[in-house]
């Protein structure tokens, strides 16, 4: 039955280790969605390591992780993620640079198509780059709450990513937005301007959200159908002067 297995949701395993999750991937091969919640501890234990374990999951479409003190690249190495549409990384303490080298390295730009972010305090820019790099077609992007990723993301969105049709920005849990940030919006300016297949728009307490973005927003994007924006600084926003 598990072999037949298409769809796994783990979560609040206190003693499943990275080995212990391995072990369990590899009965079910055709596994196509898999969810990890409070999972991948690191393990001391040599049995069933990355050098043993090779091409788990070749069916896997649907990755989500939340919960996690650090997603590595132990994790990631012997998983087969050439068929994988969508990640998804939730409040998790760290995304290791191997990790993203790793998903780089082996996903198909033609496949994958989904990345939602959120509540990622640690990473950054550059370390994003990583992947954005590799995924031009790219379709759906979502980065909510991920406190260090700012202008740097918003440009490299914006020269790898411009397939882009759906892009939802949520900046600051505090209740207030802060100051205006001129060189987020001008980065935000540059991947509307590249961005042009975009048809769903959300940006929320974005404190880069000016006139000058939203004037590239409604002239630029021809196929737009759908906005949202909310909690933005309506101080250094007049939709009058760009309607």
Same mark, same amino acid.
Not at 116 to 133: G, N, Q, T
């Given at each position: 039955? $598990?072999?037949?297995?298409?769809?796994?949701?783990?979560?609040?395993?206190? #003693?499943?280790?990275?080995?212990?999750?391995?072990?369990?991937?590899?009965?079910?091969?055709?596994?196509?969605?898999?969810?990890?919640?409070?999972?991948?501890?690191?393990?001391?234990? #040599?049995?069933?390591?990355?050098?043993?374990?090779?091409?788990?999951?070749?069916?896997?479409?649907?990755?989500?992780? $939340?919960?996690?003190?650090?997603?590595?690249?132990?994790?990631?190495?012997?998983?087969?993620?050439?068929?994988?549409?969508?990640?998804?990384?939730? #409040?998790?303490?760290?995304?290791?640079?191997?990790?993203?080298?790793?998903?780089?390295?082996?996903?198909?730009? &033609?496949?994958?198509?989904?990345?939602?972010?959120?509540?990622?305090?640690?990473?950054?820019?550059?370390?994003?780059?990583?992947?954005?790099?590799?995924?031009?077609?790219?379709?759906?992007?979502?980065? &909510? $709450?991920? #406190?260090?990723?700012?202008?740097?993301?918003?440009?490299?969105?914006?020269?790898?990513?411009?397939?882009?049709?759906?892009?939802?920005?949520?900046?600051?849990?505090?209740?207030?937005?802060?100051?205006?940030?001129?060189?987020?919006?001008?980065?935000?300016?540059?991947?509307? &301007?590249?961005?042009?297949?975009?048809?769903?728009?959300?940006?929320?307490?974005?404190?880069?959200?000016?006139?000058?973005?939203?004037?590239?927003?409604?002239?630029?994007?021809?196929?737009?159908?759908?906005?949202?924006?909310?909690?933005?600084? $309506?101080?250094?926003?007049?939709?009058?002067?760009?309607?």
């Amino acid at each position: 039955a $598990y072999r037949r297995q298409r769809q796994m949701c783990i979560r609040d395993r206190a #003693k499943a280790d990275i080995n212990t999750i391995h072990r369990m991937l590899n009965t079910t091969p055709l596994l196509q969605n898999l969810s990890l919640n409070s999972m991948l501890k690191r393990s001391d234990s #040599k049995t069933d390591s990355v050098d043993q374990l090779k091409e788990l999951c070749s069916f896997l479409s649907n990755m989500e992780i $939340y919960n996690t003190e650090k997603v590595s690249s132990k994790f990631i190495t012997p998983i087969d993620v050439r068929k994988l549409h969508r990640l998804v990384v939730g #409040k998790c303490g760290s995304v290791s640079k191997g990790f993203l080298n790793t998903l780089a390295g082996r996903i198909r730009p &033609e496949v994958f198509r989904s990345l939602e972010l959120s509540r990622l305090p640690s990473l950054s820019d550059s370390r994003l780059a990583l992947l954005l790099k590799h995924t031009p077609l790219l379709a759906s992007i979502s980065i &909510e $709450y991920c #406190k260090e990723l700012g202008s740097g993301t918003y440009r490299n969105i914006a020269e790898n990513c411009r397939q882009l049709t759906s892009l939802r920005l949520i900046g600051s849990e505090f209740e207030h937005t802060p100051p205006p940030n001129a060189e987020e919006s001008a980065a935000l300016v540059t991947l509307m &301007e590249n961005c042009t297949e975009l048809s769903i728009i959300e940006l929320c307490r974005l404190s880069s959200v000016n006139d000058t973005v939203m004037r590239t927003v409604f002239q630029g994007l021809q196929k737009l159908n759908t906005l949202s924006i909310q909690s933005v600084s $309506y101080t250094h926003l007049t939709l009058p002067t760009i309607c």
